[in-house]
T-cell receptor, first 117, second 108 residues
Framework: GAVVSQHPSRVICKSGTSVKIECRSL??????MFWYRQFPKQSLMLMAT?????????EQGVEKDKFLINHASLTLSTLTVTSAHPEDSSFYIC?????????????FGPGTRLTVL | AQRVTQPEKLLSVFKGAPVELKCNYS??????LFWYVQYSRQRLQLLLR??SRESIKGFTADLNKGETSFHLKKPFAQEEDSAMYYC??????????FGDGTTLTVKP
């Protein structure tokens, strides 16, 4: 149990287009979802925290209008990279925090590799 | 501000040798500390958390508030322990801050 999926696993797009990444908690309700960005051989950088039905809280330096987050339900959050540019190319990872076994643990998705040409 | 430092980017030991992955943190409140592991081509997953005070796959970690450390230890490393290990601190609003990670290689 406690599986988090991400779709797509990898996407290649042209500069200027928008890309949507979905994050789903498959067998539990996630009270909070987090979006991270990971550069090669570097740590995870938290981009934003989202709670179902409310606006996401963005970390300092993360553009809200660039990285749109929608947390429509307790099992789905989406990250849309608007007007993507090559510098947005990265590995995006979501995590869902819930309480499927009374532990309030953070479960991670497999990540989405975004390449902007 | 919260910060997590893993001083070693790479750590290599022989099978059967003890291993310690260092983690230091800075946080003004009472932190929750975690160790996450990422095996080759797999997603990040929780290894252990300080609250549980448990041993997972032979690994233990003790929170030392005086030294602000949460080092991960295993007395006898196995080849299957080779992976990337991240120390993380969870504080305000459930946000986690991750260290830069340590790549552990256990040689046969």
């Amino acid at each position: 149990g406690a599986v988090v999926s991400q779709h797509p696993s990898r996407v290649i797009c042209k500069s200027g287009t928008s890309v949507k990444i979905e994050c789903r908690s498959l067998d539990f309700q996630a009270t909070t979802m987090f979006w991270y960005r990971q550069f090669p051989k570097q740590s995870l950088m938290l981009m934003a925290t989202s709670n179902e039905g409310s606006k996401a809280t963005y970390e300092q330096g993360v553009e809200k209008d660039k990285f749109l987050i929608n947390h429509a339900s307790l099992t789905l959050s989406t990250l849309t990279v608007t007007s993507a540019h090559p510098e947005d190319s990265s590995f995006y990872i979501c995590s869902a925090q819930g309480n499927p076994r009374g532990t309030d643990t953070q479960y991670f998705g497999p990540g989405t590799r975004l390449t902007v040409l | 501000a919260q910060r997590v430092t893993q001083p070693e980017k790479l750590l290599s030991v022989f099978k059967g040798a003890p291993v310690e992955l260092k983690c230091n943190y800075s946080y003004s409140g009472s932190p929750e500390l975690f160790w996450y592991v990422q095996y080759s081509r797999q997603r990040l997953q929780l290894l252990l958390r300080h609250i549980s005070r448990e041993s997972i796959k032979g690994f233990t970690a003790d929170l030392n508030k005086g030294e602000t450390s949460f080092h991960l230890k295993k007395p006898f490393a196995q080849e299957e322990d080779s992976a990337m290990y991240y120390c993380a601190l969870r504080a305000n609003a459930g946000k986690s801050t991750f260290g830069d990670g340590t790549t552990l290689t256990v040689k046969p």
